[in-house]
């Protein structure tokens, strides 16, 4: 079967970093991707990672490891704004391409 | 570029009716793709158009459910004979084919059925 598990929840710090992670299970593996999700909005596209390595965006970095079935979202310089969910999603292409996505990270930011 | 619409934004019904809900891609985009999310939890992929080719059916989608996108452009979902449980965001994503990572996301269809 298809599985993804990632945090359902973390706290951080307004300025700070913080990393959420991702492990997955799937067959046909074709990448993967990391969404920001506002409560009651829709995604909105972070990063996508299809080879290893880090992939930097500003304050948003995203790590992939394929032989590890890993990755992992780092922000830093931490705003309010950040709070949100963060969607891990894997990119599946067998016969027919389709995207599962995680549960989701809440991620909520202290001042 | 507006972006991917849809239509409506919020649905209230009674179980037992049948809702159609529409879906209007960024218009060179081939590819276009339906999900149902819930609370606490991520999308969960329903099915995928290529063009006006539906390529892939989740298992989540019942006999209740029917997407079509007959000339492909827009697409519609209906549901048939509405149960509670169908309650969730329904969401539409579009993609150049050529792109399939970067989808882009509509506002979504918010459902609840009574």
């Known amino acids: 079967g298809q599985n993804i598990d990632q945090p359902t929840e973390m706290t951080a710090t307004e300025g700070a970093i913080v990393q959420i992670n991702c492990t997955y299970q799937t067959s046909g593996f074709n990448g993967l991707f990391w969404y920001q999700q506002h409560a009651g909005e829709a995604p909105t596209f972070l990063s996508y990672?299809?080879?290893?390595g880090l992939e930097e965006k500003g304050r948003f970095s995203s790590f992939l490891s394929r032989s590890k079935g890993y990755s992992y979202l780092l922000l830093k310089e931490l705003q309010m704004k950040d709070s949100a969910s963060y969607l891990c999603?894997?990119?599946?292409?067998?016969?027919?391409?389709?995207?599962?996505f995680g549960k989701g990270t809440r991620l909520h930011i202290l001042p | 570029d507006t972006g991917v619409s849809q239509d409506p934004r919020h649905k209230i019904t009674k179980r037992g009716q049948n809702v159609t809900f529409r879906c209007d891609p960024i218009s060179e985009h081939n590819r276009l793709y339906w999900y149902r999310q819930t609370l606490g939890q991520g999308p969960e992929f329903l099915t995928y158009?290529?063009?006006?080719?539906?390529?892939?059916k989740s298992r989540l989608l019942s006999d209740r459910f029917s997407a079509e996108r007959p000339k492909g452009s827009f697409s519609t979902l209906e549901i048939q004979r509405t149960e509670q449980g169908d309650s969730a965001m329904y969401l539409c994503?579009?993609?150049?084919?050529?792109?399939?990572?970067?989808?882009?996301f509509g506002p979504g269809t918010r459902l609840l059925v009574l």
């Open positions: 990672n299809v080879l290893d």
């Open positions: 158009f290529q063009n006006e080719a539906q390529l892939e």
């Open positions: 994503a579009s993609s150049p084919q050529t792109e399939f990572e970067t989808q882009y």
């Open positions: 999603a894997v990119i599946i292409r067998n016969r027919d391409d389709k995207i599962i």
